[in-house]
C-alpha cells in the first residue's frame, strides 16, 4: 500500500482495488483520449471558415476573357438622357422585355427594372437598373455559404446550388435587385433542360436571382440583352481595363464619356461602389416632357406553368 | 433547534421530489394538447416543404417576418438564466437561490427553440450542411451560428454543473417510486457524487469558471443576432446601438419568461413555501429597471433619428407612429414599457399579481417589438415603388403556435425529470438562516449531508459573512 | 420673238459666273492645310503621353483656334467604330497637345482630324504606337484592410472552448472520484 500512490481520500480495499485500477485507468485513458480528438476535429471544422482561402473574393467560376494577362471589368453606363420607359413607342420597357425573354425569367422577375423617380425640380426620370454589380457588394459580404460570389471580372453571380436561401443578402441589397424563388416558378419546361450553368441560371425554387450582367454574352462578343433591345441606345456596356463602352452603335471612351457627362451612380454615399453609372436625364434626347408620368406595365411572355408552379407579387 | 433544520429541508426535499415520482391527469392532458399542437406545427412547415416558402406571407420586399422574429424573441428570452444565474451569482444576490434553475432550464429550451426557426426559414434547408462545408466566417449568420451553439453548449454545462448534486439526491433518496429509466438516468447523471471534498473542489472551480464565462457569452450572442439586422443597409437597421439595445431587450423579456414560468411552476407544484412573492418583487424591480432602460434607448433611438428626418426616415416614422404599424408600436412603448414601469414603480400595485400582469405585457410587447423590427424595417422602399404589406400565413401562424407549444412542452418534460429548485443550495441557505437564528454549534453543519458551499474556513467565519436567508 | 428671247436669255446669263464664284466657295477658296504628328513609337500599357500635332497651311502658317479631334479605330463586342480620344484646340501656333493614354496593348493607330471649315480644307494625319506591357490597370479596392481580424476571433473562440473542455475534464474527474470513493467508503448520506 506504501508503495501505490494515493489517489483519494478514502483508500478501499487494497488488493481488488490494486488490481482493478489499472484497467480503469486503461480504459478512462482510452476514452480522454478519444474525446480529446473528437473535441479537436470539431474544434477544428468550427475554427475553419476563419482561414478558409479564397472565400469572399474571387473564387469560382472562372469566366475570364484572358488577352495576356489582363481581365476585362465589366462595367455599364446608363443615359438617362435617352431613356423614356418606352413611352414614345407605347410599350413595356424593352430592356427589361429582353432580359426576361433571354432568361427565362418568371413573374415578378424583372433583373433589369424601370423605375421612375421623381427629379427634384419637378417631373420624373426613367432609371433602368439593373444588378449594379457593386464592388463593396453588401449582397457578397453577408453571404454565409459564399453562394454570391464575384468573378474575377467584377461580375457578382449567384451559385445556385449552394444557395441555402436565407435571403440576408436579399435584405443587405440596397437597390432592391434580389428576387427569390417562392416556389416552383412558372417558366417554360425547355428552359430547364439545359444543365445548370452559374452564368446562365433558370429560375427555381428556394433559392436567390438576379441579373448576371450576361457574361457569357460578352465572351461571344455580343452586347446583354438589355443593351441589345433598347430601341434608343441608352445603355451602354463597357471595359474599364480598357476604357472603352459601347451601347452596340457607337464606341466610346468610358472614362471621358463618364466625365464629361457628369456620370453619377446609384446611392454613391453607402460604399457599395458600384459598377453601373448613369448620364443625368429624363429622355429629353427622343423627346420627352419629364411631367410625363406612366410607362407600360412589364409582361412576361410565359403562359405555360409548370405543375405547381405558382406566381406572386413582389 | 435541529429538527427545525431538518423539517425544512426535509419539507424542501418532499414537496419538490414529488412532481418526479407523481404525474396527475392535469399534467397528462396538458402534455397531450402540446404534443398536438406540436405536431400541428409540424404539418404546417411540411407543407412548406412541399410547396416552398409562398405558403408564408413573406415576399421579395417584406423578405423575412414571424420566423425571423420568434428568432430574435427566443434568442432574447434565453438571457434570462444568464442574468438570475450567473450575474446574480456573481453579485452575491441570496434571493435567487430558488429561480435559479428555472432560469437556466428557460436558457437552454429558448436557445434550442429559438436557434431552430431560422432554419424552417431557410429557402433549402437541406444545404444546411453548406454552412460547416462552405461557411464564410464574414457572415453575420455564421456568427450566429459561432455564438449561438458556443452558449447553447456554456448553457447545458451551466444548467448541468449545479444540477449534479441534486441529481445524486434523486438517485439516493428516490427508490422505487421513481420509474427504472429515471433510477438509471440519475445514477449515470450524477456522475458518482458523493460530495467528497475533492469533487466539492472541482465543481467549484467549474462552477467559477462558467458563471463568469457566460456572460460575455451570452452578450456576444444578441450582439450578433442584432447585427443581422445591423450589418445592413436598411435605413431603419443602420444603427450602431442595436447591439446593446438587442441585449437589453433579451435581459429585460427574459426577465419577464421567468416570471410567468415560475408562477405556473410554483402553483403547479405547490411551492409556495420556497417561493415566496418576495422572489417576484425583486424580479420586478429587475423588469422595473430594465423598462426604464429599454424606454431610454427607444426614446434615443427616435429622437436622434427624428430630429434629423434624413433619407427615408419621414416614411419609417409615418408608418410607425401614425400609419399601418401604429397599434403595433403604440402597444410595445405604453403597454410594453411605460405601464409595466408604472406597476414596479407604484408601491399599490408592486405585488406579486402586478408584477405578473406587467410579465405579461413585457413579453407581449417585446414580441411586438421583434415584429416591427423585422417588418416595418423591411417595409421601407429602397426605390421608387409602393411599399408591400406582410400578412402572416396560416403556416406561420401554425408554426409560431409549435414552437410556443414546443417551449412549455419541453420545459414541463424537465419539470418532470429534475427537481426544479436547486435543493442543494436552498437548503444550504435555509440551514445558515437556521444556524444564525438559533446559534448552533458548528457539529451541526458537519452532521449535515450537503456540502458548504465555498467555505473554507468554517461556519464560524460564514455566519458573519453572508446576509439573511430566504423566506 | 427669238430675238427678244434671245436678249433675255443672255441678260439672265450675266449673273451666272458671279454665282458660279460664290455659290461654291470651297472649290474657289479652300487652303490646303497640312496636320503634322509628333508621337512616340513606343509607350508602355497605362502611361500618359503627350501626341502634339501642328495645323499649318502650305506657306507654313499656323492656324490657330482650330478643332483637332484625336481618335483611333476600334472594335468591342462586336461593333467596330472610331473612338474619339481628345479633342483640342490649337494655340496661336497652330499647335495642339493630347494627353494620351495606353489602354490597348498591341500597335495603335492614332488619327488626328481637322474637319474643316468656310476657309480650310480638312486635313488628317495618322501615327502608330506601339504599346508594350501587359499588366492590369484597372484595380478595385473596396475597402481597407485591417490585419488580425480572423486571428482575434479565433483566439476568442479558442478560448471559450477550451475552458468548456477544462470543464468537462472536471466533470470526468468528478466521475472518478465518485467511482471510486462509492466503492470504498460509506454510501449515500442521509
Known sequence: ?314 | MEKVTESRREGLERTVLRPLVHTGKGYRLLVGFLVLVVLWGAYAYSTQLQQGLIVTGMRDRILWGFYITLFVFFIGISHAGTLISAILRVVKAQWRTPVTRMAEFITVVALSVGGLMPMLDLGRPDRIPNLFLFGRWQSPILWDLFSITTYLTGSIIYLYLPLIPDLALCRDRLGTEAAAWKRTFYRAASLGWQGTVRQKKYLNIALKCMMVLIIPVAVSVHTVVSWIFAMTLREPWNSTVFGAYFVAGAIFSGIAAIVIVMAILRRAFHLEAHIGNRHFINLGYMLGAFALIMLYFNATEYLVTGYKMAGEAPVHFLQLFFREYAPFFWFYIIGGMVIPGLIILVPQTRTFAGVLVASGLVLIGMWLERFIIVVAGLRVPLMPYEPSSYTPSWVEWSVMAGAAAMFCLVIAIFAKLVPVIAIWEVAEQYEEHEAKETALTPEAPEQAAWPQWGRAAGPAAEQGSTSGGTT | MSMRGAKWLWRALIPLPLLLATATPVLADAIPLTLRMQAPSQVRLGETTTITAVLRDSKGAPVPRATIVLWSQSSFLSTGGAVEQGKEVTDAQGKVAFAYEARTEGTVTLNAFYAGDSRFAPAQSSADLMVQGSEQLYQESPGVPVPGVRWLVAGLLSGVWLIYLTVMVLLSLIAREGSQTSGGAGGSHG
Open chain 1, 1 to 314: 500500500m506504501d508503495n501505490l500512490p494515493s489517489r483519494s481520500d478514502t483508500p478501499g480495499p487494497e488488493s481488488s482495488q490494486t488490481e482493478a485500477r489499472p484497467k480503469r485507468l486503461t480504459r478512462r485513458k482510452l476514452l480522454l483520449l478519444l474525446g480529446g480528438a473528437g473535441a479537436a476535429s470539431v474544434a477544428a471544422n468550427f475554427l475553419a471558415p476563419l482561414f478558409a482561402r479564397g472565400v469572399g473574393a474571387a473564387t469560382r467560376g472562372d469566366t475570364r476573357d484572358v488577352r495576356n494577362a489582363r481581365v476585362r471589368k465589366w462595367a455599364m453606363v446608363i443615359d438617362l438622357r435617352r431613356c423614356d420607359g418606352c413611352q414614345s413607342i407605347g410599350q413595356p420597357p424593352q430592356c427589361t422585355e429582353a432580359c426576361i425573354q433571354g432568361h427565362y425569367a418568371p413573374e415578378p422577375m424583372q433583373f433589369i427594372e424601370v423605375y421612375e423617380g421623381e427629379l427634384k425640380g419637378g417631373g420624373s426620370q426613367f432609371i433602368p437598373t439593373p444588378c449594379q454589380q457593386c464592388q463593396n457588394a453588401p449582397c457578397l459580404n453577408v453571404c454565409p455559404v459564399g453562394a454570391t460570389f464575384a468573378t474575377p471580372e467584377g461580375v457578382v453571380l449567384i451559385d445556385q446550388e449552394r444557395c441555402i436561401g436565407c435571403r440576408i443578402c436579399m435584405a443587405a441589397c440596397p437597390y432592391d435587385r434580389r428576387f427569390f424563388g417562392w416556389s416552383d416558378p412558372p417558366v417554360p419546361p425547355e428552359s430547364k433542360l439545359a444543365a445548370y450553368d452559374v452564368e446562365h441560371p433558370t429560375a427555381r425554387k428556394g433559392v436567390t436571382h438576379k441579373c448576371d450582367f450576361c457574361p457569357e454574352m460578352a465572351r461571344v462578343g455580343k452586347l446583354p440583352y438589355c443593351a441589345q433591345a433598347c430601341p434608343s441606345d441608352a445603355i451602354y456596356y463597357g471595359d474599364l481595363e480598357e476604357d472603352i463602352a459601347t451601347n452596340g452603335v457607337e464606341l466610346v471612351k468610358l472614362s471621358a464619356f463618364l466625365a464629361e457627362n457628369q456620370a453619377y451612380r446609384q446611392k454613391e454615399h453607402l460604399g457599395t461602389k458600384p459598377r453601373v453609372y448613369y448620364i443625368p436625364g429624363h429622355g429629353e434626347a427622343v423627346g420627352r416632357n419629364p411631367r410625363r408620368h406612366g410607362r407600360k406595365a412589364t409582361t412576361w411572355p410565359w403562359q405555360e406553368k409548370i405543375k405547381g408552379a405558382q406566381t406572386w407579387k413582389r
